[in-house]
């Protein structure tokens, strides 16, 4: 006899199954602060609904799955890793949170990078007080101090850059990080120098970046070694400052000039790069020849013309002009004007070259002799007055001298600007020329007849006269006692209410016509003056 088999009925398959089911749903122990794994089953307005495998679906807020940008980062099918915050609400449903399930999950990553001494990835978000905030999962701080292995000033450009950071500090409690990216440079910078010092010699030519720029010079990292780049070495030519050539971070290439191992210092050349452009430098400005630069300084001595990089001649003062008397190189030149002068020395030793400003012109004082012949006639105009005479602007580029002794035959003043003040005209005659010592002198008492011959015949010492009171100066009164003559009573030797006009009787106290000086005095008393009219 063959069993006979017998179906069940479709009312007790549903009773066995929503059996199996309960015993299944009640052998799952769900607990309120799990992670669960699930998956996506569908997406609402609000939220996104997540399978887990137990009686009833749960939900997360959509809000917990947008990007900055607001775009839903999240599909059906998709598998997560959700925190269970309530098995069951008043709903029915199930409350879930992708956020706090990715929060605990990196909390416990960064405990162990933590405990590892390893290194986190993470992406500067925003500028914060102090420092930067940096997304690493979590949000963490990365202190100022911390960001580079110098300090920064400015932290904008790091803002959205993504960097491998050390964790200094981490409190899961409080929910803190403080990062440091220093820690991982100097690292790196220990790595880098190692390999650096390996190779490090005399001669060989490094790429670095400027890391500090002195008075004296600019530090370069060369890679994990610093080395000092002196002024001295960085320009065959003048620089004033480091900083007019560099700055901070400037990317440079350097020669190695001294590398002590010992002390770990290394010293650095740029100009050794180039050649030295002092070598011939007698071929391309032969003495003589003439060049065309720009003045690139100015001194109490002269200006520093550069004729090419590297290669500068100095104008001294005493070559700006044949005429003049510079007081100061700014009188005639500027910083950054172009000029033209005449090489007139050179010297490879010292590498100096001497330049002239005058020589470009014809010097004047060559022509002088044939434009001004002694005895000339001439009319000018006071250019100056100084204790020793008046100087006279003929017309031309050199200005004549009037000495004091030249003014007139008898001194009756104290000083010249007592006789003449700038811009009088006068007539002059030209007594004297030496072009070689630059000198050219005029007279002015020599367009006058010379008095001293009619003084020394009718006016000697002790004999008297009667004059008239002509004015008074510096140095005393002026008596006329006649067209051509003049004599001084010196002051406080004559009565205060002397007059110009007043008529006095002298007597002759010194003549002496080698110094010009013919004095007089008052003879008797108050009754030898008399008011004119």
Do not use: C
Request: hydrophobic letters at 40%.
């Amino acid at each position: 006899m063959s069993a006979v088999r017998i179906e069940p009925t479709q009312e007790q398959m549903n009773t066995e199954f929503a059996r199996l089911f309960e015993e299944s749903s009640k052998s799952v122990k769900l607990k309120d602060g799990e992670i669960i794994k699930g998956k996506v089953v569908r997406i609402t307005r609000d939220n996104v609904i997540v399978d887990i495998g137990f009686k009833s679906e749960g939900q997360i807020p959509i809000e917990e799955f947008k990007t900055p940008r607001g775009e839903i980062k999240a599909s059906p099918g998709d598998e997560i890793n959700v925190l269970l915050e309530t098995v069951e609400n008043e709903h029915g449903m199930m409350i879930l949170s992708k956020e706090r399930a990715d929060a605990m999950q990196t909390w416990d990553r960064l405990v162990e990078v933590a405990d590892k001494d390893s290194e986190v990835e993470g992406t500067v978000v925003s500028k914060v007080k102090g420092g930067l905030s940096v997304d690493i999962g979590v949000k963490a701080f990365l202190p100022g101090s911390q960001i580079d292995l110098r300090p920064v000033r400015n932290l904008d450009k790091f803002v959205g850059q993504s960097y491998m950071f050390k964790i200094i500090k981490l409190n899961k409690r409080r929910g803190n990080v403080v990062l440091s990216r220093k820690a991982i440079l100097e690292k790196e910078r220990e790595t880098m120098k190692e390999a650096t010092l390996a190779n490090l010699a005399e001669g060989q030519v490094f790429d670095g970046v400027v890391k500090n720029v002195t008075e004296y010079g600019v530090f370069v990292d060369l890679g994990g070694v610093d080395g000092l780049l002196h002024v001295t070495d960085m320009t065959w030519g003048r620089i004033n400052h480091p900083s007019e050539m560099f700055s901070v971070g400037d990317d440079i290439r350097v020669v190695i000039l001294k590398f002590d191992r010992e002390s770990g210092k290394v010293s650095l050349g740029l100009k050794q790069l180039q050649s030295d452009p002092w070598q011939n430098v007698e071929d391309r400005y032969p003495v003589g020849s003439r060049v065309s630069g720009k003045v690139v300084s100015l001194t109490d001595y002269g200006a520093f013309v550069s004729l090419e990089d590297g290669v500068e001649g100095l104008i001294h003062i005493s070559e700006m002009s044949w005429t003049k008397k510079i007081k100061h190189p700014s009188k005639v030149l500027t910083a950054g004007d172009a000029v033209e002068a005449i090489v007139l020395d050179v010297d490879l030793e010292s590498k100096r070259i001497s330049l002239g400003l005058k020589q470009i012109e014809a010097n004047p004082w060559e022509k002088i002799e044939d434009k001004y012949p002694l005895g000339t006639k001439l009319k000018g105009t006071v250019r100056n007055i100084a204790d020793f005479g008046v100087f006279i602007d003929v017309g031309g580029e050199i200005d004549g001298l009037v000495h004091i002794s030249d003014l007139s035959w008898v001194q009756n003043f104290a000083h010249p600007s007592e006789l003449y003040k700038k811009g009088d005209e006068i007539e002059v005659i030209v007594l004297h020329i030496d072009s070689e010592n630059e000198r050219f002198s005029l007279g002015v008492k020599h367009l006058q007849d010379d008095p001293w011959d009619v003084i020394n015949s009718s006016y000697r010492e002790g004999e008297k006269a009667e004059g008239t009171v002509a004015g008074f100066s510096g140095a005393g009164a002026v008596i006329k006692l006649s067209d051509k003559v003049e004599g001084l009573v010196p002051l406080k030797q004559y009565p205060e209410d002397l007059k110009v006009g007043d008529s006095v009787k002298i007597v002759v106290r010194q003549t002496d016509q080698r110094d010009r000086r013919f004095i007089l005095g008052i003879d008797g008393s108050e009754a030898s003056v008399s008011e004119n009219g």
